[in-house]
């Protein structure tokens, strides 16, 4: 299953097109752009793709635990007028995997024990 997304330059260069339409935007939380209100659970930030043009996004929400500046994130709602209303935010994250080298000497420590026996 893939999911479709616009960019931000897509999205900005006919905005009127996709006016409160329910769509998806990837892109770049653009770096000092980000506004967190505990108190009011409410996040707005920019995304980017090229760091020049930008979409301001509101979202009412918590914050996902992987949401940093420069992450790339999907967003999904609706322009209103020049800025993004979502619904919902996910991160998007690393492809790698690592082990932190002090669990897998504990794992492998372990694991030999056990064939011990």
Do not use: C
Not at 83 to 103: I, M
Request: proline share 3%; charged share 30%.
């Amino acid at each position: 299953m893939s999911v479709f997304f616009y960019t931000p330059v897509e999205v900005l260069a006919n905005p009127s097109m996709f006016e409160n339409k329910t769509i998806r935007i990837g892109a770049l939380v653009q770096r000092g752009s980000v506004e967190w209100d505990a108190q009011d659970i409410r996040l707005s930030f920019n995304i980017t793709e090229d760091g020049k043009k930008n979409i301001p996004v509101f979202y009412d929400g918590v914050k996902p635990d992987l949401f940093r500046e420069g992450q790339g994130v999907v967003v999904e709602g609706k322009m209103k007028g020049q800025r993004f209303e979502a619904v919902q935010l996910l991160v998007k994250h690393s492809e790698d995997y690592t082990v932190e080298t002090e669990h897998k000497k504990t794992k492998e420590d372990y694991y030999k024990s056990i064939q011990a026996q």
